[in-house]
């Protein structure tokens, strides 16, 4: 009955502290009032890893017996947060039968396992790095080693994570392991199940770079306030002196439609040749390169960017041209080998394009660069495909 008690005590003091949580974290919103989530950038291979620590008791409860005394349990532990609500983690969890549930033995066992973690308050809530409080089911599998035999097992929990800073957590993991009451090479049980609850207080150390960025297209426009007087006065004097710039402009304006008026019968659109002072009109071909963009972590083209190609291909391309196509990523988001291969298939798409648009195969050449060579200064722009006549 003591073992009863603990347990239930725990698994009822995590589950009001992680909905309380909730309440101290209302304020995760946008403007307006609605709770803030994603889409988030992708991490690096060991950003939002950890590793656990902990220690607590164990027991065992079988059909007819009931629940037997309590024992000493121990756990150690790897993950990783792919998402601010998924994770995995794998694992030991060690721990002891200190006393005879009916008729079986006592026995030492150790379980290695994997997790998978659903971070139920980022979920439902809203991310935000700095919450205290985290409310996270999980369910695993794993081999479980009774003495020197081996029997599967599966079992669920809850983790309750606080945040004590950014590089530690003070974990409580309340679970059951599952498995066959073979377990503990009792005969005649073979077929009967027996569980294992769980509780354990412990640490855990946050590797690598921590924290999730939002994606977002637009930036928002930052207006500065309090709005004085003194601001609205010197705002009048700017506006003052940009319309005596702009009544300037406009008689610089006059002067140069007069030298332009013996010009005025060109038509607008048109190139012209001018040699011996006169106008020859002359057909012109798009200028090269020509560069195609994609969205972040795409290889498909959007219609503008295919409008562009298109145009590009009419004015410039046959099946004589030779061209070069040259791909690449961005580094500030994803895997170097993950760019690697998003840049291949980008040049992929605007070579398929341009062969059906006139452009023999054989006469494009591609290279596929990653996020190795990015030579423009914002992200965006270096999710693109260049396109040069040799």
Known sequence: MKGIKLFGILAVAGLLASFGAYAQEDNNRDENGKVARGPYLTNGVFDNTFIGLGAGVNSVLEKGYGLGKMGLA??????????????????????????????????????????????????????????????????????????????????????????????????IDLGVIGARAAAYNMEGFIKRYVGFPTATLGLQFNLGR??????????????????TEADYNNLKNKVAALERENAQLKNKIADLENQLAPFK???????????????????????????????????????????HLEYFAGNVVDGDTKLLLTGSADK????????????????????????????????IETVANGDTKNIFDTPAKNRCVVVEVK
């Not at 999730?212 to 309090?226: G, K, M, Q, T």
């Not at 106008?279 to 290889?299: C, H, N, Q, R, W």
Request: hydrophobic residues 40%; without cysteine.
């Open 265 to 307: 019968n060109l038509v607008d659109g048109q190139t012209y040749l001018f040699q011996n002072g006169r106008f020859t009109a002359v057909e012109a071909k798009v200028a090269s390169p020509a560069t195609v963009y994609f969205d972040l972590g795409s290889a498909k083209l959007s219609e503008r960017e295919k409008a």
């Open 332 to 363: 500030q988001t994803g895997t170097a080998r993950g760019n690697q291969k998003l840049s291949e298939q980008r040049v992929e798409t605007v070579k398929n394009l341009l062969t059906k648009l006139g452009a023999a195969a054989s006469n």
């Open 210 to 227: 921590t924290g999730f960025d939002r994606y977002a297209s637009v930036i928002p426009v930052v207006v500065p306030l309090p709005f």
């Open 74 to 171: 121990t756990d150690v532990n790897f993950g990783k947060w792919f998402t601010p609500a998924v994770g995995a983690r794998i694992g030991w969890h060690g721990f002891k039968d200190t006393a005879k549930s009916g008729a079986l033995d006592k026995a030492n066992f150790n379980y290695f396992h994997g997790d998978l973690l659903w971070n139920i308050s980022n979920s439902i809530d809203g991310y935000k790095e700095t919450r205290f409080w985290n409310f996270i089911p999980y369910v695993n599998a794993g081999l479980l080693m009774v003495n020197k035999d081996q029997e599967l097992g599966a079992g669920f929990g809850l983790l309750n994570s606080l945040r004590l800073g950014e590089r530690i957590n003070l974990n």
